[in-house]
Protein backbone atom coordinates (compact mmCIF):
# COMPACT_ATOMS: atom_id res chain seq x y z
CA UNK A 1 0.00 0.00 0.00
CA UNK A 2 1.67 2.98 -1.03
CA UNK A 3 1.35 6.65 0.73
CA UNK A 4 -0.29 7.79 -1.96
CA UNK A 5 -3.14 5.67 -2.30
CA UNK A 6 -4.03 6.42 1.34
CA UNK A 7 -7.32 8.26 1.47
CA UNK A 8 -7.10 11.77 3.74
CA UNK A 9 -9.86 11.76 6.22
CA UNK A 10 -12.30 14.64 5.18
CA UNK A 11 -12.30 15.96 8.77
CA UNK A 12 -8.85 14.89 9.61
CA UNK A 13 -7.53 18.50 9.35
CA UNK A 14 -10.33 19.51 12.32
CA UNK A 15 -9.04 16.70 14.79
CA UNK A 16 -5.05 17.60 14.24
CA UNK A 17 -5.36 21.18 12.48
CA UNK A 18 -4.67 22.08 9.08
CA UNK A 19 -1.05 22.52 9.67
CA UNK A 20 -0.47 18.84 11.63
CA UNK A 21 2.24 17.02 10.40
CA UNK A 22 1.57 14.83 7.94
CA UNK A 23 0.85 11.26 9.34
CA UNK A 24 -0.20 8.33 7.30
CA UNK A 25 -3.74 8.90 6.24
CA UNK A 26 -3.64 12.92 7.86
CA UNK A 27 -4.65 11.09 11.37
CA UNK A 28 -2.27 11.05 13.36
CA UNK A 29 0.68 8.31 13.09
CA UNK A 30 3.01 11.42 12.10
CA UNK A 31 6.49 10.56 10.32
CA UNK A 32 8.15 12.21 13.15
CA UNK A 33 6.32 11.12 15.99
CA UNK A 34 4.01 8.05 17.58
CA UNK A 35 -0.18 8.51 17.96
CA UNK A 36 0.00 8.69 22.18
CA UNK A 37 -3.75 7.70 22.43
CA UNK A 38 -6.39 6.01 20.32
CA UNK A 39 -10.28 5.77 20.67
CA UNK A 40 -12.04 2.24 20.33
CA UNK A 41 -15.57 2.47 19.70
CA UNK A 42 -17.10 -1.43 20.27
CA UNK A 43 -20.47 -1.04 18.43
CA UNK A 44 -22.62 -4.34 19.37
CA UNK A 45 -25.02 -5.01 16.33
CA UNK A 46 -26.66 -8.15 16.05
CA UNK A 47 -24.57 -9.82 18.66
CA UNK A 48 -25.12 -12.37 21.57
CA UNK A 49 -21.98 -10.32 23.23
CA UNK A 50 -19.44 -13.73 22.55
CA UNK A 51 -16.96 -11.92 20.78
CA UNK A 52 -16.91 -9.28 24.12
CA UNK A 53 -16.53 -12.54 26.32
CA UNK A 54 -13.66 -13.39 24.09
CA UNK A 55 -11.44 -10.48 23.86
CA UNK A 56 -11.38 -9.92 27.97
CA UNK A 57 -10.06 -13.30 28.17
CA UNK A 58 -7.20 -12.06 25.78
CA UNK A 59 -3.48 -12.70 27.37
CA UNK A 60 -1.71 -12.09 24.25
CA UNK A 61 -1.97 -8.94 24.46
CA UNK A 62 -4.62 -8.41 26.83
CA UNK A 63 -7.46 -6.18 26.62
CA UNK A 64 -5.96 -4.74 30.36
CA UNK A 65 -2.23 -4.42 28.50
CA UNK A 66 -3.78 -2.04 25.66
CA UNK A 67 -5.96 0.28 28.13
CA UNK A 68 -2.81 0.74 30.30
CA UNK A 69 -0.38 1.71 26.99
CA UNK A 70 2.35 -0.90 28.84
CA UNK A 71 3.11 -2.37 25.45
CA UNK A 72 6.20 -0.50 24.01
CA UNK A 73 5.59 1.20 21.03
CA UNK A 74 1.47 0.97 21.28
CA UNK A 75 -0.68 3.90 22.10
CA UNK A 76 -2.80 3.99 25.54
CA UNK A 77 -6.57 2.44 24.14
CA UNK A 78 -9.44 4.56 25.27
CA UNK A 79 -12.34 1.77 25.11
CA UNK A 80 -15.63 2.80 24.62
CA UNK A 81 -17.86 -0.69 25.25
CA UNK A 82 -21.13 -0.81 25.81
CA UNK A 83 -21.06 -3.43 28.81
CA UNK A 84 -17.54 -2.42 29.80
CA UNK A 85 -17.58 1.28 29.93
CA UNK A 86 -18.15 3.11 32.99
CA UNK A 87 -20.39 5.68 31.65
CA UNK A 88 -23.93 5.61 30.68
CA UNK A 89 -26.58 6.76 28.94
CA UNK A 90 -25.83 10.50 27.43
CA UNK A 91 -22.46 10.29 28.63
CA UNK A 92 -21.61 7.13 27.30
CA UNK A 93 -22.62 8.06 23.61
CA UNK A 94 -20.86 12.04 23.59
CA UNK A 95 -17.37 10.45 22.66
CA UNK A 96 -19.69 8.53 19.35
CA UNK A 97 -20.82 11.72 18.04
CA UNK A 98 -17.83 13.66 18.71
CA UNK A 99 -16.28 10.83 16.61
CA UNK A 100 -18.72 11.54 13.84
CA UNK A 101 -18.23 15.52 14.01
CA UNK A 102 -14.56 15.36 13.70
CA UNK A 103 -13.57 16.86 17.61
CA UNK A 104 -13.10 13.99 19.17
CA UNK A 105 -9.06 15.21 19.16
CA UNK A 106 -7.68 11.79 18.47
CA UNK A 107 -7.84 9.02 15.96
CA UNK A 108 -10.47 6.25 16.51
CA UNK A 109 -11.02 3.02 15.18
CA UNK A 110 -14.29 0.96 15.10
CA UNK A 111 -14.94 -2.40 16.17
CA UNK A 112 -18.17 -3.86 14.98
CA UNK A 113 -19.62 -6.92 16.81
CA UNK A 114 -22.69 -8.62 15.49
CA UNK A 115 -23.92 -8.30 11.77
CA UNK A 116 -25.40 -5.13 10.65
CA UNK A 117 -29.57 -5.41 9.45
CA UNK A 118 -31.05 -4.47 6.61
CA UNK A 119 -32.58 -2.17 8.37
CA UNK A 120 -31.13 1.62 6.72
CA UNK A 121 -34.35 0.57 4.42
CA UNK A 122 -37.03 1.53 7.09
CA UNK A 123 -37.49 5.35 6.28
CA UNK A 124 -39.20 6.28 9.21
CA UNK A 125 -39.25 4.21 12.27
CA UNK A 126 -38.25 0.47 12.80
CA UNK A 127 -34.96 -0.40 13.77
CA UNK A 128 -33.37 -4.11 14.68
CA UNK A 129 -30.30 -2.65 16.57
CA UNK A 130 -29.52 0.79 17.90
CA UNK A 131 -27.95 2.55 20.88
CA UNK A 132 -28.24 6.46 21.85
CA UNK A 133 -31.36 8.68 20.57
CA UNK A 134 -32.30 11.39 17.64
CA UNK A 135 -30.72 14.11 20.21
CA UNK A 136 -27.43 12.58 20.83
CA UNK A 137 -26.24 13.40 17.46
CA UNK A 138 -24.09 15.86 16.87
CA UNK A 139 -25.65 19.17 17.07
CA UNK A 140 -23.79 20.73 13.99
CA UNK A 141 -25.33 17.63 11.78
CA UNK A 142 -28.40 17.01 10.97
CA UNK A 143 -29.63 14.04 13.41
CA UNK A 144 -30.82 10.97 11.02
CA UNK A 145 -33.49 10.28 13.75
CA UNK A 146 -36.39 12.35 16.08
CA UNK A 147 -35.55 13.09 19.08
CA UNK A 148 -36.56 10.50 21.71
CA UNK A 149 -36.07 8.19 18.43
CA UNK A 150 -33.63 5.04 18.62
CA UNK A 151 -30.35 6.23 16.60
CA UNK A 152 -29.83 3.33 14.73
CA UNK A 153 -26.16 1.01 14.71
CA UNK A 154 -26.78 1.27 11.05
CA UNK A 155 -26.67 5.00 11.52
CA UNK A 156 -23.28 5.31 13.60
CA UNK A 157 -21.48 3.15 11.65
CA UNK A 158 -22.15 4.55 8.50
CA UNK A 159 -21.18 7.84 10.00
CA UNK A 160 -18.45 6.44 11.85
CA UNK A 161 -16.25 4.18 9.36
CA UNK A 162 -15.03 6.82 6.76
CA UNK A 163 -13.14 8.90 9.51
CA UNK A 164 -11.94 5.80 11.51
CA UNK A 165 -8.45 4.74 11.19
CA UNK A 166 -9.47 1.36 10.94
CA UNK A 167 -12.35 -0.79 10.61
CA UNK A 168 -12.87 -4.25 12.49
CA UNK A 169 -15.33 -6.65 12.53
CA UNK A 170 -15.14 -9.32 15.09
CA UNK A 171 -16.71 -12.75 15.66
CA UNK A 172 -18.08 -14.48 12.48
CA UNK A 173 -22.06 -11.82 12.53
CA UNK A 174 -19.82 -8.98 11.94
CA UNK A 175 -17.09 -10.74 9.60
CA UNK A 176 -19.80 -12.52 7.33
CA UNK A 177 -23.33 -12.33 8.46
CA UNK A 178 -22.79 -15.39 11.02
CA UNK A 179 -26.08 -16.56 12.53
CA UNK A 180 -28.29 -13.62 12.52
CA UNK A 181 -27.79 -14.09 8.40
CA UNK A 182 -28.61 -18.04 8.06
CA UNK A 183 -31.41 -18.97 6.87
CA UNK A 184 -34.91 -17.75 7.93
CA UNK A 185 -33.30 -14.55 8.67
CA UNK A 186 -35.82 -11.89 8.61
CA UNK A 187 -33.33 -9.47 9.47
CA UNK A 188 -31.92 -9.24 6.26
CA UNK A 189 -28.63 -9.29 8.49
CA UNK A 190 -25.15 -8.87 6.95
CA UNK A 191 -21.79 -8.44 7.02
CA UNK A 192 -19.52 -4.98 7.88
CA UNK A 193 -18.02 -5.76 4.20
CA UNK A 194 -21.59 -6.10 2.39
CA UNK A 195 -22.75 -2.72 4.88
CA UNK A 196 -19.51 -0.63 3.59
CA UNK A 197 -19.38 -2.13 0.39
CA UNK A 198 -16.21 -3.13 -1.94
CA UNK A 199 -14.65 0.18 -2.23
CA UNK A 200 -15.00 1.32 1.50
CA UNK A 201 -11.28 2.18 2.96
CA UNK A 202 -11.13 3.55 6.19
CA UNK A 203 -9.41 6.99 6.98
CA UNK A 204 -5.79 5.69 6.12
CA UNK A 205 -6.86 3.58 3.50
CA UNK A 206 -7.33 0.15 4.86
CA UNK A 207 -10.27 -1.53 3.77
CA UNK A 208 -12.73 -3.51 6.42
CA UNK A 209 -10.42 -6.31 8.79
CA UNK A 210 -11.96 -9.45 9.57
CA UNK A 211 -11.42 -11.14 12.62
CA UNK A 212 -13.78 -14.55 12.49
CA UNK A 213 -15.14 -16.76 14.74
CA UNK A 214 -17.91 -17.76 16.81
CA UNK A 215 -16.73 -16.69 19.23
CA UNK A 216 -13.49 -15.23 18.22
CA UNK A 217 -10.03 -16.10 20.06
CA UNK A 218 -9.66 -13.03 21.58
CA UNK A 219 -5.72 -13.49 21.12
CA UNK A 220 -6.58 -13.22 17.33
CA UNK A 221 -8.53 -9.87 18.11
CA UNK A 222 -5.60 -8.25 19.91
CA UNK A 223 -2.97 -9.54 18.39
CA UNK A 224 -4.71 -8.08 15.14
CA UNK A 225 -5.26 -4.77 16.33
CA UNK A 226 -1.97 -4.67 18.24
CA UNK A 227 0.00 -5.27 14.75
CA UNK A 228 -2.20 -2.42 12.99
CA UNK A 229 -1.20 -0.03 15.67
CA UNK A 230 2.48 -1.22 15.46
CA UNK A 231 1.88 -0.54 11.98
CA UNK A 232 0.02 2.69 12.26
CA UNK A 233 3.08 3.87 14.16
CA UNK A 234 5.58 3.32 11.99
CA UNK A 235 7.25 0.67 14.56
CA UNK A 236 6.43 -2.33 12.67
CA UNK A 237 5.53 -4.40 9.34
CA UNK A 238 2.18 -3.89 7.55
CA UNK A 239 0.31 -6.55 8.28
CA UNK A 240 -0.38 -9.48 5.85
CA UNK A 241 -4.16 -9.63 4.89
CA UNK A 242 -5.61 -12.16 2.88
CA UNK A 243 -8.10 -11.73 0.03
CA UNK A 244 -11.19 -11.75 2.50
CA UNK A 245 -9.19 -8.92 5.04
CA UNK A 246 -8.01 -11.76 7.56
CA UNK A 247 -4.99 -11.48 9.32
CA UNK A 248 -2.78 -14.60 6.83
CA UNK A 249 -1.05 -15.15 9.43
CA UNK A 250 -3.71 -16.27 11.28
CA UNK A 251 -5.95 -17.22 9.01
CA UNK A 252 -3.64 -19.16 6.52
CA UNK A 253 -3.63 -22.75 7.77
CA UNK A 254 -6.46 -25.60 8.41
CA UNK A 255 -7.75 -26.55 11.57
CA UNK A 256 -7.00 -30.31 10.58
CA UNK A 257 -3.38 -29.14 9.85
CA UNK A 258 -2.55 -29.13 13.57
CA UNK A 259 -5.37 -30.71 15.20
CA UNK A 260 -4.32 -33.20 18.18
CA UNK A 261 -6.41 -35.82 16.76
CA UNK A 262 -4.45 -35.43 13.25
CA UNK A 263 -2.59 -38.42 13.85
CA UNK A 264 -5.52 -40.60 14.37
CA UNK A 265 -7.22 -39.64 11.43
CA UNK A 266 -3.82 -40.28 9.71
CA UNK A 267 -3.70 -43.85 10.75
CA UNK A 268 -7.12 -44.39 9.98
CA UNK A 269 -9.33 -44.63 13.56
CA UNK A 270 -12.21 -42.47 14.17
CA UNK A 271 -14.28 -41.73 16.93
CA UNK A 272 -17.43 -43.57 17.22
CA UNK A 273 -19.10 -41.58 20.25
CA UNK A 274 -18.68 -38.65 22.01
CA UNK A 275 -16.39 -38.66 24.36
CA UNK A 276 -14.07 -40.86 22.31
CA UNK A 277 -10.09 -39.68 21.83
CA UNK A 278 -9.92 -40.35 18.19
CA UNK A 279 -10.71 -38.57 15.42
CA UNK A 280 -14.07 -36.66 14.73
CA UNK A 281 -14.47 -36.74 11.07
CA UNK A 282 -17.34 -39.41 11.62
CA UNK A 283 -19.02 -37.29 13.80
CA UNK A 284 -19.06 -34.05 11.61
CA UNK A 285 -15.73 -32.43 11.68
CA UNK A 286 -15.07 -30.27 9.13
CA UNK A 287 -11.55 -29.16 10.44
CA UNK A 288 -9.82 -30.63 6.85
CA UNK A 289 -11.59 -27.33 5.04
CA UNK A 290 -11.71 -24.74 7.47
CA UNK A 291 -9.48 -21.88 8.26
CA UNK A 292 -8.67 -21.30 11.82
CA UNK A 293 -6.26 -21.46 14.15
CA UNK A 294 -7.19 -22.57 17.50
CA UNK A 295 -5.51 -26.40 17.38
CA UNK A 296 -2.34 -24.25 17.64
CA UNK A 297 -3.48 -21.61 19.68
CA UNK A 298 -5.99 -22.90 22.01
CA UNK A 299 -9.33 -20.92 23.24
CA UNK A 300 -7.70 -18.88 25.91
CA UNK A 301 -4.29 -18.56 27.00
CA UNK A 302 -2.83 -21.18 25.17
CA UNK A 303 -5.61 -23.51 26.74
CA UNK A 304 -8.75 -25.60 25.49
CA UNK A 305 -10.19 -25.44 22.03
CA UNK A 306 -12.79 -27.51 20.08
CA UNK A 307 -10.72 -30.52 19.57
CA UNK A 308 -8.94 -30.61 22.75
CA UNK A 309 -12.58 -30.47 24.34
CA UNK A 310 -14.46 -33.16 21.92
CA UNK A 311 -16.10 -30.72 19.84
CA UNK A 312 -15.79 -31.35 16.17
CA UNK A 313 -15.31 -28.30 13.83
CA UNK A 314 -17.99 -26.88 12.77
CA UNK A 315 -16.56 -23.98 10.75
CA UNK A 316 -17.62 -21.30 12.54
CA UNK A 317 -14.70 -18.84 11.18
CA UNK A 318 -15.93 -19.55 7.87
CA UNK A 319 -18.08 -17.39 5.51
CA UNK A 320 -20.00 -20.35 4.66
CA UNK A 321 -20.93 -20.41 8.31
CA UNK A 322 -23.55 -21.88 9.20
CA UNK A 323 -25.32 -23.01 6.38
CA UNK A 324 -23.09 -24.52 4.51
CA UNK A 325 -22.02 -26.71 7.09
CA UNK A 326 -25.27 -27.89 8.39
CA UNK A 327 -26.44 -30.45 9.37
CA UNK A 328 -24.05 -30.20 11.84
CA UNK A 329 -22.31 -33.59 13.45
CA UNK A 330 -23.14 -35.14 10.67
CA UNK A 331 -20.40 -36.36 8.58
CA UNK A 332 -18.61 -34.51 5.50
CA UNK A 333 -19.13 -35.95 2.17
CA UNK A 334 -15.72 -35.41 1.20
CA UNK A 335 -14.79 -37.35 4.50
CA UNK A 336 -16.05 -40.49 3.08
CA UNK A 337 -13.14 -40.81 0.23
CA UNK A 338 -9.99 -39.33 2.38
CA UNK A 339 -11.37 -41.06 5.67
CA UNK A 340 -12.20 -44.34 3.64
CA UNK A 341 -8.69 -44.04 2.22
CA UNK A 342 -7.29 -43.58 6.09
CA UNK A 343 -8.91 -46.64 7.05
CA UNK A 344 -7.72 -49.24 4.41
CA UNK A 345 -3.98 -48.05 4.79
CA UNK A 346 -4.11 -46.90 8.31
CA UNK A 347 -4.81 -50.31 9.45
CA UNK A 348 -1.47 -51.72 7.84
CA UNK A 349 0.93 -48.56 8.73
CA UNK A 350 -0.54 -48.59 12.87
CA UNK A 351 0.76 -52.55 13.25
CA UNK A 352 3.79 -51.60 11.51
CA UNK A 353 4.77 -48.63 13.82
CA UNK A 354 3.34 -50.67 16.69
CA UNK A 355 6.17 -52.99 15.97
CA UNK A 356 8.54 -49.89 15.79
CA UNK A 357 6.85 -48.90 19.17
CA UNK A 358 7.73 -52.18 20.68
CA UNK A 359 11.22 -51.99 19.91
CA UNK A 360 12.04 -48.45 21.03
CA UNK A 361 10.63 -49.12 24.46
CA UNK A 362 13.42 -51.16 25.22
CA UNK A 363 16.68 -51.05 26.48
CA UNK A 364 19.34 -52.29 24.00
CA UNK A 365 20.38 -54.27 27.26
CA UNK A 366 17.31 -56.09 27.24
CA UNK A 367 17.41 -57.12 23.73
CA UNK A 368 20.62 -59.04 25.28
CA UNK A 369 19.51 -60.18 28.37
CA UNK A 370 15.89 -61.18 27.05
CA UNK A 371 14.60 -59.72 30.49
CA UNK A 372 12.62 -56.50 31.23
CA UNK A 373 13.58 -55.47 34.93
CA UNK A 374 10.27 -53.92 35.31
CA UNK A 375 7.96 -54.68 38.25
CA UNK A 376 4.75 -52.64 36.75
CA UNK A 377 3.94 -55.46 34.24
CA UNK A 378 5.11 -59.28 33.28
CA UNK A 379 6.95 -57.44 29.74
CA UNK A 380 8.77 -59.67 27.75
CA UNK A 381 11.87 -58.29 26.17
CA UNK A 382 12.06 -60.79 23.20
CA UNK A 383 10.36 -59.57 19.75
CA UNK A 384 8.48 -62.57 18.05
CA UNK A 385 9.28 -63.77 15.21
CA UNK A 386 7.06 -61.63 12.56
CA UNK A 387 8.56 -58.30 14.41
CA UNK A 388 12.20 -60.34 14.42
CA UNK A 389 11.63 -60.24 10.25
CA UNK A 390 10.21 -56.78 10.23
CA UNK A 391 13.33 -55.30 12.12
CA UNK A 392 15.65 -56.73 10.08
CA UNK A 393 14.79 -54.91 7.21
CA UNK A 394 13.96 -51.64 8.93
CA UNK A 395 17.36 -51.69 10.51
CA UNK A 396 18.76 -52.73 6.98
CA UNK A 397 17.32 -49.22 5.92
CA UNK A 398 17.39 -47.14 8.83
CA UNK A 399 21.25 -47.73 8.67
CA UNK A 400 22.01 -47.75 5.53
CA UNK A 401 24.80 -45.73 4.87
CA UNK A 402 25.36 -45.40 8.46
CA UNK A 403 27.09 -47.13 11.50
CA UNK A 404 24.29 -49.98 12.89
CA UNK A 405 24.72 -48.56 16.28
CA UNK A 406 22.18 -51.72 17.42
CA UNK A 407 24.79 -54.10 16.39
CA UNK A 408 27.38 -52.38 18.51
CA UNK A 409 24.94 -52.03 20.91
CA UNK A 410 24.11 -56.29 21.04
CA UNK A 411 27.79 -56.46 21.51
CA UNK A 412 28.70 -54.90 25.00
CA UNK A 413 28.92 -57.31 27.75
CA UNK A 414 26.27 -57.37 30.21
CA UNK A 415 26.67 -55.48 33.39
CA UNK A 416 28.01 -57.46 36.18
CA UNK A 417 25.54 -55.63 39.15
CA UNK A 418 22.64 -55.80 37.27
CA UNK A 419 19.86 -57.54 39.39
CA UNK A 420 22.06 -56.60 42.58
CA UNK A 421 19.41 -57.47 45.46
CA UNK A 422 19.12 -60.95 44.23
CA UNK A 423 22.77 -61.38 44.01
CA UNK A 424 24.36 -63.69 46.88
CA UNK A 425 27.76 -64.01 45.42
CA UNK A 426 29.64 -60.41 46.20
CA UNK A 427 26.83 -58.93 47.26
CA UNK A 428 27.13 -55.38 48.30
CA UNK A 429 24.46 -55.70 51.00
CA UNK A 430 26.80 -58.43 52.79
CA UNK A 431 29.09 -55.69 52.90
CA UNK A 432 26.95 -53.04 54.11
CA UNK A 433 25.84 -55.46 57.33
S1 LIG B 1 -11.05 -34.35 11.02
FE1 LIG B 1 -11.36 -32.92 12.72
S2 LIG B 1 -10.96 -34.10 14.60
FE2 LIG B 1 -10.18 -35.28 12.86
S3 LIG B 1 -8.03 -34.74 12.81
FE3 LIG B 1 -9.10 -33.38 11.37
S4 LIG B 1 -9.61 -31.56 12.53
FE4 LIG B 1 -9.04 -33.14 13.99
S1 LIG C 1 -12.22 -25.45 15.16
FE1 LIG C 1 -14.03 -25.06 13.88
S2 LIG C 1 -15.75 -24.84 15.30
FE2 LIG C 1 -13.84 -24.63 16.48
S3 LIG C 1 -13.40 -22.41 16.54
FE3 LIG C 1 -12.30 -23.23 14.77
S4 LIG C 1 -13.72 -23.00 13.05
FE4 LIG C 1 -14.93 -22.78 14.91
Excluded at 242 to 257: C, I, K, N, S
Aim: hydrophobic residues 40%.
Amino acid sequence: MSVGAIQKAPHAGKVFGEDAAMGVGGLGGTETGPLSLLHVFWIAGMSCDGCSVAVTGATSPSVEELLMGSIPGLPRVVLHHPVLSVDAGHGFIRPFAKAVDGTLGAPYVIVLEGSIPDDQRFEREGYFSGFGVGEDWPESLTSPRAPGQPLRVTDWVKAMAPGAAAAIAIGTCATWGGIPAAAGNVTGSMSLMDFLGKDYRSALGVPVINVPGCSPIGDNFTETVAAVLLFLQGVGPLPEFDELGRPAWLFGETVHRHCVRAGYYEEGVFADDYGDQECLVDLGCWGPIVQCNITERGAINHMGGCMVAGGPCIGCTMPGFPDKFSPFYKSPPGSLISGGIARTYGAGIRRLRRMSMRSANRESLWDRTGEVPSGWALEHAKPTTAARAVGFFYKRLQYSGSVDQAKRAGKLPVPETMNVLQRTDRSTNEEQT
